[in-house]
């Protein structure tokens, strides 16, 4: 059974920084496949982060979010983690970790991607 826990979610200063997790089980982060990081914030479309391919280890990232998050995974606690520093306001979301398979050209349709975690909250404050 795939299953993927966010966690981390929080409340922080904006400027700061934020670690969230994605711990999954049902498979391994060795396998093949992609672990995908999505966002909604109020009254907004849910929107791409980034993504981290696993047999080859690439990652991808939207606009917002080069040069400040970093997506890297650890296969021996079987979790995704998306590191989140410089923090805005329009950074606050939901945070969402989902596992598919997408080729690389299509690491940003939502589709691609087959279990999704519950979300974790981030408020960003000014």
């Known amino acids: 059974q795939v299953q993927l826990v966010e966690s981390g979610g929080g409340l922080v200063q904006a400027g700061g920084s934020l670690r969230l997790s994605c711990e999954v089980s049902?498979?391994?982060?060795?396998?093949?496949?992609?672990i995908g990081w999505f966002r909604q914030g109020p009254g907004q479309e849910r929107e791409v982060v980034g993504c981290i391919s696993f047999a080859d280890i690439m990652t991808y990232y939207a606009d917002s979010a080069k040069g400040r998050f970093t997506i890297f995974k650890d296969n021996t606690k079987n979790t995704v983690y998306l590191q989140m520093t410089s923090l805005k306001d329009e950074d606050t979301a939901v945070y969402y970790c989902a596992f598919g398979d997408p080729p690389p050209s299509a690491w940003r349709h939502e589709a691609e991607y087959t279990f999704w975690g519950q979300g974790t909250q981030v408020t960003v404050s000014s």
């Open positions: 049902g498979f391994t982060l060795d396998d093949d496949g992609a």
